[in-house]
T-cell receptor, first 113, second 114 residues
């Protein structure tokens, strides 16, 4: 158990809908990362937050947004969903330094139908 | 821009034999390098990292990796493979300093044959 909790584990929704994925980081970790894993694109970094502030941005679509709350949990919002958004979404946390490793949650499997 | 290449989609090795999973990287400045392992239906687990110092890094489950600056490589190795090592392995790179994104390779599936 990595200590990172993601909910829900599975999500099935229709195209055009909006969903929210939730992540609770390991106790003491200030950084939260979001990744998308799909068969055709591999593991893609989406965004990183550190202590509530956005720190780095990757290949995150404009339809997607995220935030980190004062209690350090994070949410990833996906809107106007398309079939191609179906993927595993991982949250990871770390202490925050560039040299620190990340601890991954078990992921949320999103299926858009 | 930074990048990571894992040239082999799959590596097959017999149980008890040494294994190598290859990784090369491209980054401006000094790299921080990581190896992660992913078992089916699970998140990634950290194995080891190179930050600075000794080029040979030892990690979890008997794995080690060698940082080679001239060849920009960070190959993952294990002297004797176990069937339980069968999984998906990811190499990742991050530029040192500041808040830099992490770039992952495409992953290498390791199959250890009994």
């Amino acid at each position: 158990d990595s200590g990172v909790t993601q909910t829900p584990k599975h999500l099935i929704t229709a195209t055009g809908q909006r969903v929210t994925l939730r992540c609770s980081p390991r106790s003491g970790d200030l950084s939260v990362y979001w990744y998308q894993q799909s068969l055709d694109q591999g593991l893609q970094f989406l965004i990183q937050y550190y202590n509530g502030e956005e720190r780095a941005k990757g290949n995150i679509l404009e339809r997607f947004s995220a935030q980190q709350f004062p209690d350090l949990h994070s949410e990833l919002n996906l809107s106007s969903l398309e079939l191609g958004d179906s993927a595993l979404y991982f949250c990871a946390s770390s202490q925050g330094g560039a040299d620190t490793e990340a601890f991954f949650g078990q992921g949320t499997r999103l299926t858009v139908v | 821009a930074q990048s990571v290449a894992q040239p082999e989609d799959q590596v097959n090795v017999a149980e008890g034999n040494p294994l190598t999973v290859k990784c090369t990287y491209s980054v401006s400045g000094n790299p921080y390098l990581f190896w992660y392992v992913q078992y089916p239906n699970r998140g990634l687990q950290f194995l080891l990292k190179y930050i600075t110092g000794d080029n040979l890094v030892k990690g979890s489950y008997g794995f080690e990796a060698e940082f080679n600056k001239s060849q920009t490589s960070f190959h993952l190795k294990k002297p004797s493979a176990l069937v339980s090592d069968s999984a998906l392995y990811f190499c990742a790179v991050r530029r040192s300093g500041g808040y830099q994104k992490v770039t992952f390779g495409t992953g290498t599936k390791l199959q250890v044959i009994p």
